[in-house]
């Protein structure tokens, strides 16, 4: 009974899990109240998240989050801006598609495609920028590329969020972990596609895409 109350036993690890997955919803649903720093609270949200995973760091989830909020918020926030930019701008012409009168119907597809793709980078780059140091076109053509090649996943990932607005509206206080939960089923889903993707760099010898701020190429 003693090892099952222990700080080693499943009891206190799943306490803990609850407490991270709640404390990391509240740091990211404020850190994204300005609304164009969401992109910086998104990354935040999953370096510490694979920290929690990887390193099974339970501890410091508060000082994880505003560590990578300040590394990454200029890149993580011109990121986010333009991912919803695109989206604004497609909405928009989306819904003034009238406007096209006869090729309407096939300018519509194209639009659509393009909120596609962008939702899917939007999936991929910020986990990808949460876990390398990485110039921001590089961000984006890796995140097009692994969203695309791997659809399956890609499909797995759309239904994340359906999935937790299933469980908020199932049970309301899942709204405590919504964000905590997608940044979780997100990392577990992308995290070997990632590795997978570092493999074949490395392999296909090209030159380092992943830097960090000295130069040696390491992991964030």
């Not at 910020?126 to 791997?150: E, M, V």
């Given at each position: 009974?003693g090892g099952?109350?222990?700080i ?6 799943i ?9 990391l ?5 404020f850190f994204?109240?300005?609304v164009?720093?969401i992109g ?7 370096y ?9 760091d339970y501890?410091?989830p ?12 200029l890149?993580?926030t ?5 991912i ?14 009238h ?5 309407g119907?096939?300018?519509v ?5 393009i909120?596609?793709?962008?939702m899917i980078?939007?999936?991929y ?12 076109r ?8 692994l969203g695309?090649r791997?659809f399956?996943?890609?499909i797995?990932?759309l239904?994340v969020?359906?999935a937790?607005y299933?469980?908020i509206?199932?049970?309301q206080y899942?709204?405590l972990?919504?964000m905590s939960?997608y940044?979780f ?9 990632l ?10 010898g ?9 130069g ?5």
């Amino acid at each position: 009974m003693g090892g099952f109350l222990s700080i080693d036993g499943p009891l206190y690890k799943i306490l803990m899990q609850v407490y991270n997955l709640l404390v990391l919803n509240l740091l990211w649903f404020f850190f994204s109240i300005p609304v164009f720093t969401i992109g910086a609270s998104t990354t935040a949200l999953f370096y510490v998240t694979r920290k929690i995973v990887n390193d099974h760091d339970y501890s410091t989830p508060v000082k994880g989050f505003w560590k990578s909020f300040k590394q990454n918020f200029l890149q993580a926030t011109v990121i986010w801006l333009i991912i919803l930019c695109i989206v604004l701008l497609v909405y928009y012409n989306i819904r003034n598609i009238h406007l096209f009168e006869t090729w309407g119907r096939y300018i519509v597809i194209v639009y659509y495609v393009i909120l596609a793709e962008t939702m899917i980078i939007g999936i991929y780059i910020f986990p990808i920028l949460s876990r390398y140091y990485i110039k921001t076109r590089d961000a984006f053509k890796i995140a097009f590329f692994l969203g695309n090649r791997y659809f399956i996943t890609t499909i797995l990932c759309l239904l994340v969020l359906p999935a937790v607005y299933f469980l908020i509206s199932w049970k309301q206080y899942f709204i405590l972990f919504g964000m905590s939960i997608y940044s979780f089923w997100i990392y577990h889903l992308i995290n070997k596609k990632l590795q997978i993707f570092e493999t074949m760099n490395n392999e296909a010898g090209e030159q380092e895409i992943i830097e960090d701020n000295t130069g040696s190429g390491s992991i964030k």
